[in-house]
């Protein structure tokens, strides 16, 4: 698969009273043209600033890209001007944010929004973008789009903000589009249709998409490979089936573990005990070994590099020391 | 919308009849009389006795209220006890100097104010934005008649680039077309400046305050995603969220702005409604001070009903509550 994105070692920082913490820690995976990937991790393991840092819209203050590159088309995005990297954002490269209900300006109407980035980047006149601004709302199936154009954004609900965001996002025909927990601050009855949405948005357009997520069954649902993040850092990445069939790493085995299994009933999803460490103090060794079940010596005095047991997989594990290559 | 003004305008009625009779009854309890200054003892108290007969002054005040309000409700707004002119006649003259001098002020005001705040909080932190917190500070601080004492000390007496007080040259008859508008506009430069530019410094830090809150919010990130330019951020998706909270503000800052007027009008000797209302005020000049005060009401209102309206216009969440959607 020709490759579209080829992110190394990237590295963002936030600083903080305390020193500065490395919110994303030498993160590298790549994406394939027409490829969806998943990333998965608990919640503050540094999926958004991922995203964000790709996108180089991580705000400074507080947080600064430390290092890593990010190669699409030959060049690094990491070392762009800016002026070509406002190019590259919403045209190249679009977001679709976590927070739909805050994403969207209060004071400008939805289509205006949409309207906006075609017009920014497609050098169109007024009245060609809104026609195509509408033809967007009316691809992500927001209902009668010539009047909802006009709406503002507290005159939707939650759902189709998220569709017009997704339609802002895929206005320009983007190669790479960043999913961050597109569906999660929805409804559960909303949160299936736009899931549903984007896969079929994805099948008509064929762009690559970077589906951030800490839903299993999501990804199980969307993604073609997946990269586990754990504390900022890769922790394991896998093709999709060999990864629900075969996890190569405890924290990977935690999270699926945690996946309610159809037909099964649990009181309560057995969960990875403890929570994400902080950045500024993140156990000795390997960063999972204080919540790792299969803990050995070594684990607590070397951080262990991404070791590759089998073909297209990696694990940072040194219980996968040696297996394979 | 209509009816929303329509209500707005008749509870201002209301307000400013109040307004006008609780001043009413003030001046009249105030110790000091209009005859005052005709006690010389080339004039004799029977003389008094006759004027004030003629002037109404000898009945109980309760009937002079109705008298007086009566007039002012047919648009009569009586004659002066000074000059012995119709009012109305009087402030035909005065009001359009007054007004020329607050809307130049206003216009400085918002300018410097809006401007200068989003300045500084674009860049938050940088020298910019302390410089431009001292000076603010500093501003702030001082009075402005000593402002403007020193304003003119520099400007007129020392560097003599600007005249020191009127609305124009003493030959400025002989002038016409756009010399005429040049001299009017240098005498406007120094009132303008004290009482636009100083009370500007106030109007930035709440500028600055609701900037740096909206340059918090998803949706400019989202702004950033779409690859606009960061003038476009900043000017059009952040000020317009950002004027919302300020143009309340403005409005409450229109009372200060005509107070100030007073001020700076005797300072400057400006032929406004200020110095006609402190000389009114000494010499009890009744008619003068109610008409004035009628006028100063009316404007405070007008200011409030503006910014209640650009509010409404800003945000369009609020037109919605309104109209029910
Ligand atoms: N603006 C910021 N200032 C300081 N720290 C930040 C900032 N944004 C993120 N972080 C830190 O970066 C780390 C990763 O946060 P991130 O938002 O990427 O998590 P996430 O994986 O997206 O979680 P979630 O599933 O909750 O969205 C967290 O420790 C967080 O505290
Ligand atoms: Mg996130």
């Known amino acids: 698969m020709e490759k579209l994105l080829e992110i190394r070692g990237l590295t963002t920082e936030f600083v903080t009273s305390e020193g500065a913490a490395k919110a994303v820690d030498g993160v590298g995976f790549d994406i394939g043209a027409g490829e969806t990937v998943g990333l998965v991790g608990e919640s503050g393991c540094g999926k958004s600033v991922t995203a964000l840092s790709i996108m180089r819209l991580v705000q400074y203050p507080p947080g600064r890209i430390t290092a890593g590159s990010v190669m699409m088309d030959g060049r690094d995005l990491m070392k762009l001007p800016e002026k070509q990297m406002r190019r590259v954002r919403g045209n190249d490269i679009s977001i679709v944010f976590q927070e739909p209900l805050t994403s969207l300006n209060p004071v400008f109407t939805c289509g205006e929004q949409i309207r906006e980035t075609i017009a920014l980047h497609q050098k169109m006149g007024r009245r060609e973008s809104r026609l195509k601004a509408v033809e967007m709302l009316r691809l992500v199936r927001i209902p009668d789009p010539e009047k909802r154009y006009d709406n503002y954004p507290h005159q939707m609900s939650g759902g189709m903000r998220q569709r017009v965001m997704i339609a802002m996002a895929l206005s320009c025909q983007p190669r790479l589009l960043i999913a961050d927990e597109p569906s999660t601050a929805l409804d559960v009855s909303v949160q299936a249709q736009i899931i549903e949405l984007l896969l079929d948005l994805k099948e008509r357009m064929g762009m690559s998409v970077l589906l951030i997520t800490h839903d299993l069954a999501v990804v199980a649902q969307m993604a073609d490979r997946v990269v586990v993040m754990y504390a900022g850092a890769v922790v394991e990445e896998a093709p999709i089936d060999s990864l629900f069939s075969d996890p190569m790493h405890p924290y990977t085995e935690g999270l699926m573990a945690s996946i309610p299994k159809l037909g099964e009933r649990l009181e309560r999803l057995p969960v990875i005990p403890g929570n994400v460490p902080d950045p500024l103090r993140l156990p000795s060794g390997c960063r999972f070994s204080d919540r790792c079940t299969k803990r050995i010596p070594k684990c607590l005095i070397e951080e262990p590099p991404l070791f590759s047991p089998a073909a297209g997989r990696l694990s940072r594990c040194w219980l996968r020391e040696g297996i394979g290559r | ?325």
């Open chain 2, 1 to 325: 919308m209509a009816a929303f003004l329509l209500r707005r305008i008749l509870q201002s009625l209301v307000l400013v009849w109040i307004v006008l009779t609780i001043t009413f009854f003030l001046l009249h309890l105030a110790p000091g009389d209009p005859m005052a200054r005709y006690e010389h003892p080339d004039i004799s108290p029977e003389t008094v006795m006759k004027m004030r007969g003629q002037l109404g002054l000898d009945r109980p005040v309760i009937e002079q209220y109705f008298i007086w309000a009566a007039g002012f409700a047919r648009g009569d707004f009586g004659v002066s006890f000074r000059y012995n002119r119709p009012v109305g006649e009087i402030l035909a003259e005065t009001i359009p100097n007054t007004l020329r001098l607050t809307v130049a002020s206003m216009a400085l005001y918002v300018l410097f104010g809006l401007a200068l705040g989003m300045m500084s909080a674009a860049r938050r932190y940088s020298a910019f934005d302390r410089l431009n917190t001292i000076v603010a500070l500093f501003v702030y601080s001082i009075p402005s008649f000593w402002l403007a004492l020193m304003l003119i000390m520099l400007f007129s007496l020392k560097l003599g680039i600007l005249p020191s007080s009127h609305m124009q040259s003493l030959d400025s008859a002989s002038m016409s077309g756009i010399p005429l508008f040049l001299d009017r506009a240098r005498h406007l430069v120094l009132p303008a400046f004290v009482l636009g530019v100083a009370s500007a410094a106030g109007l930035a830090r709440y500028m600055r305050g609701s900037m740096i809150d909206v340059l918090r919010e998803d949706y400019i990130r989202t702004a950033r995603a779409k690859g606009l330019p960061e003038r476009s951020v900043l000017l059009k998706h952040a000020f317009r969220n950002a004027a919302i909270p300020v143009v309340t503000i403005l409005g409450m800052s229109l009372p200060f702005l005509l107070g100030g007027a007073v001020i700076v009008e005797k300072i400057f000797s400006w032929p406004g409604m200020g110095g006609l209302m402190v000389e009114a005020i000494y010499t009890r000049d009744y008619p003068v001070v109610l008409a004035v005060n009628f006028v100063v009401a009316v404007m405070v209102i007008l200011g409030n009903l503006l910014a209640d309206t650009g509010y409404a216009v800003l945000d369009p969440r609020i037109m919605s509550k309104e109209t029910g959607r």
